[in-house]
């Protein structure tokens, strides 16, 4: 199997762990294989788009989800690090309001599967510019985007930043959670 998944504190995120082939020529691995993501997660991941930002140090993108078209992601780093926060905007959910974090990095080369009904973000570690590679399940409309508020104090995200990080001015008025437009 390419790699392992592991439940976090919130069940339905999941950390992969490649299964990496490293040698004094460098290394190898399969970033994603459907036939092995659904044996090793149990879900049947449909991806439709992909996408890739590059961040400057102390940059935060996020909390960001879609209200319609829902997106799951499947989040990996290739240079540099940053911290990866997911947070459960389904009102239903035992784990609603809730957040798990997680580094990921180029070194590590661990991945995060942030599920629908998930608000997504993070900030970049370091002195180093961070790139991250993203696979969707739907596709991006800018009509339904949202922003939870990065520093809710009713959410409570542990972001290791001291003050406030630069972002977005979208990123910046995001809304509280008890504002914010929610899942069932």
Same mark, same amino acid.
């Given at each position: 199997?390419?790699?392992?998944?592991?439940?976090?504190?919130?069940?339905?995120?999941?950390?992969?762990?490649?299964?990496?082939?490293?040698?004094?020529?460098?290394?190898?691995?399969e970033?994603?294989?459907?036939?092995?993501?659904?044996?090793?997660?149990?879900?049947?991941?449909?991806?439709?788009?992909?996408?890739?930002?590059?961040?400057?140090?102390?940059?935060?993108?996020?909390?960001?989800?879609?209200?319609?078209?829902?997106?799951?992601?499947?989040?990996?780093?290739?240079?540099?690090?940053?911290f990866?926060?997911?947070?459960?905007?389904?009102?239903?959910?035992p784990?609603?309001?809730?957040?798990?974090?997680?580094?990921?990095?180029?070194?590590?080369?661990?991945?995060?599967?942030?599920?629908p009904?998930?608000?997504?973000?993070?900030?970049?570690?370091?002195?180093?510019?961070?790139?991250?590679?993203?696979?969707t399940? =739907?596709?991006?409309?800018?009509?339904?985007?949202?922003?939870?508020?990065?520093?809710?104090?009713?959410?409570?995200?542990?972001?290791?930043?001291?003050?406030?990080?630069?972002?977005?001015?979208?990123?910046?008025?995001?809304?509280?959670? =008890?504002?914010?437009?929610?899942? =069932?």
């Open positions: 199997m390419p790699y392992t998944a592991t439940r976090t504190a919130i069940p339905d995120v999941l950390m992969l762990e490649p299964r990496v082939f490293e040698d004094d020529r460098g290394f190898f691995f970033s994603f294989n459907a036939r092995d993501f659904r044996a090793a997660t149990g879900l049947d991941a449909t991806f439709v788009q992909d996408n890739h930002s590059r961040s400057g140090p102390g940059v935060l993108r996020g909390m960001h989800y879609q209200v319609d078209h829902a997106q799951g992601k499947l989040v990996r780093v290739v240079r540099g690090s940053v990866d926060a997911v947070v459960d905007l389904r009102r239903s959910s784990t609603f309001g809730r957040w798990v974090g997680a580094v990921l990095s180029a070194e590590n080369r661990r991945q995060i599967w942030v599920p009904g998930f608000a997504h973000g993070f900030v970049v570690l370091g002195d180093e510019a961070a790139e991250c590679l993203y696979k399940t =739907d596709y991006w409309y800018p009509e339904h985007e949202r922003c939870l508020l990065w520093n809710d104090p009713a959410v409570g995200i542990a972001w290791p930043v001291d003050g406030v990080p630069a972002m977005a001015a979208k990123d910046a008025a995001g809304r509280t959670l =008890d504002a914010a437009d929610l899942f =069932d």
